[in-house]
């Protein structure tokens, strides 16, 4: 008996079985932030995106209203974001975070009850030894409540704290990397880093990484990062402010699945 | 829209289906601030209230167990339940005349949502602090998300109300941070919120737009004129708000009832505010008896003595039904209502019993020093004592007879007073 074929199942609705690639976009950053452009009304913006991307991440507040917009097999599938932290919270926005902080929002069984594919967690690193230490335990015991359910569980990592710097962020990564997967994800979300580190994790990781993307990447920088061996590219919110972004989308996702 | 059957349904208790707003009033203070006069009274004042046509009542679990009495029934208004507490109000910074000043600003959960389902409740309501610092706001996240997840478990309503409270929060900041934490409660799983206005149309309208979810705006402290606090209901309506929750601009009011059913008229789109408070013609009237029409069934009785004290039976109120018997004929019954004619505020050497503004009875109970001149000046032994000595007389519901709401035979009806003998209280 295959105890992860719920496993497999759930990650084939926004990873396609057949040629192992994704696009996802991110739409989570408002539960820290509030509303950004171009996800002032969500419903919009998720009949916009829908066809377009192969899943769609989701805070469980959103997926629970528009639940009707997204799943299915014509629509993308839903992936619920399980967590909140501040460490978005930069100078510009009203209220600056002076300590960062992360809790959680959902947990295995009110994702399923959700209807979502797939369970994302963040991974902060730069911010500390207290906050890394209960970020790693709460993505630990997430992990294993999420294969008891045969839940698919995303890690993003995120080197975004003050003690990151241009010298460890490539390091930062594969630190993450290395973290995330012993502690039992079954996918890898990445911010963007360079070629080299591209690719070692591409060989290395024994799962998908998909990565992170603020604009939607030209097709020559996509099939870089294919090559290298990422399965897939996570818009942000942010790639929706650029003109003529469902075009781009568009032909990117072709890219990715041609 | 909501994925659970239990939440939409219980949503439809406290948003009318018909136009998709809520009067809603809260009257959890006493769960988390000094004992003040509406708590007290609270139980009055409810009854008030759901004279008033309240869509929903916010109170805590505890008077929700000692006063449920109020939530039965299909037209009663829907009970909502504070699922948490915490001591803002007796901060000693911001408030230092508390019983029992309070340093820290602390929040606990108190009720879970499967204890206010048990209870009957169409929703519950939690606070979200932002301001104060980031790692209470964290436990505030923490919380609402349990919250969240429980109530979609059982198909309960969770209505977040963020607050921005702090030292970081400004009159430069504040109407940001509200809008993005208005969103922001919606991404954790509100279903509706209930949140400050933000004193303009404009940024009002932005929050309603970016939450997405139902926004329901409170009235804060309590407003010197009612006007006041029915132009910021006009406003936040215009804006696109789903309603209100009004706490102490109604339980404090000198008129809960009046109140509400104002705020009603103006939310349900029934009347300007113009309209509302233009009372001179509305209420300038008096009760007729029509004999002819009165079966005798003594629902007035019931009605007055109920609208005015929340009991039920006939010995307190202020009309009644005389019966005539005669033999071999069938009896007849009259009602004998009070017909203004002001002998009692005549006789109140006080001044304590006049004719107000609005064209009804009113007492200054400062005034009364319980004489009881009012009770043998009445010609029809319409007026009374009550347990403190103070007159009980027919104050018109102030302005909006029960009885004549209720008489399905028209037996009472209100006339128009032509030269009235107005007095100003």
Redesign the interface.
Known sequence: MNINVGKNIRMSDFIDSKDNRSMLLDLTVTSSIGAQPGTEHISETLKQCNAIFDGIILNPGQLEHHATLVGGKLRAAPLVRVDWTNAYRDKEFCLPAASVTRVSLSDGEDALTLGASAAVATFLLGFGEDLESENIQSVSLLARECYRLSLPLVVDIRPIGGNITADNYEGSIKLGTSFMMEAGADALILPECDLDTCRLIGMWATVPVIMRCDEVPTSEKAQRMLEAGMTGIVLTEKSLRVPGFEGKATALKSLLHQ | ????SGKTARLNRIFDPNDGRAVCVAADHGWMSDPTPNVLELRRILGQVVLGGADAILVSYGTALRMGNFFHGKNSPALLIRADWMNMPRLGGSNVSNILPAVNFKKKATSTAKDALLVGASAITIYYF??Y???F???N??QA?TF??EC??VGLPLIIEPMAVGA??TGV?VT??L?????????????ALKIPYTNDVRSFKKLV??A??PVLVLGGAKSDEPRDALELVDEALRAGASGVVFGRNVTKARNPRGMVSDICSLVHGRKTIDQILDTGAKKQGRLRPVAANCTGCQMCEFVCTHSHSSEYGQDKSRLRIEFKYKPNEPHTSKPIVCPLCEKCAEACKEGALTIGTEGYLVLDRERCNACGDCVDACPLHLVFLDEDGMPVFCDLCEGDPQCILWCKQRAIVLTEIKGSKQHVS
């Open positions: 829209m909501t994925g659970s932002v301001g610092s980031d790692e706001e964290a436990i996240i923490e998300a969240a997840i979609r478990k970081p929060v900041n940001e941070i809008i993005a934490s208005a969103r922001i409660a919606t991404e954790i799983g509100a279903d737009d970016e997405g979810v």
